[in-house]
């Protein structure tokens, strides 16, 4: 049974930096695909970033790009989120998710970008970016 556990939310100022993180349990990480979506009160679900399952391709958001980086460590199952100069609209709960998959070249970047693709989910961390 995989499990994903976010960690390292928080509270921070328009311009900051946070890191965040998920943990996974239970699985192969190396054979998985991971991604981080973002969701803010009243609205959809949004892709941030994804990463494929060696690390070599990452996929992001428009709307983050140049300011977030995702990262993985296989040896530690680990998945991480860098995100720099933070905005207010940047504020939500933060998803980890995973999906068997290590043949990245046989998807285009709209299966990253939809989390029906997504076989699991962390329970969120909430980044919330206010002065």
């Known amino acids: 049974q995989v499990q994903l556990v976010e960690a390292g939310g928080g509270l921070v100022q328009p311009g900051d930096s946070l890191r965040v993180s998920c943990v996974m349990s239970g699985g192969t990480f190396s054979r998985h695909a991971m991604g981080w979506f973002r969701q803010a009160p009243g609205k959809d679900r949004e892709f941030a970033a994804a990463i494929s399952w060696s690390g070599g391709t990452t996929w992001y958001n428009d709307s983050v790009k140049g300011r977030f980086t995702i990262s993985r460590d296989n040896t530690k199952k680990t998945v991480s989120l860098q995100m720099n100069n933070l905005k207010p609209e940047d504020t939500a709960v933060y998803y980890c998710?995973?999906?068997?998959?290590?043949?990245?070249?046989?998807?285009?970047?709209?299966?990253?970008?939809?989390?029906?693709?997504?076989?699991?989910w962390g329970q969120g961390t909430q980044v919330t970016v206010s002065s």
């Open positions: 998710a995973a999906v068997a998959d290590v043949t990245p070249q046989y998807h285009s970047s709209d299966y990253y970008y939809a989390p029906e693709t997504y076989e699991y």
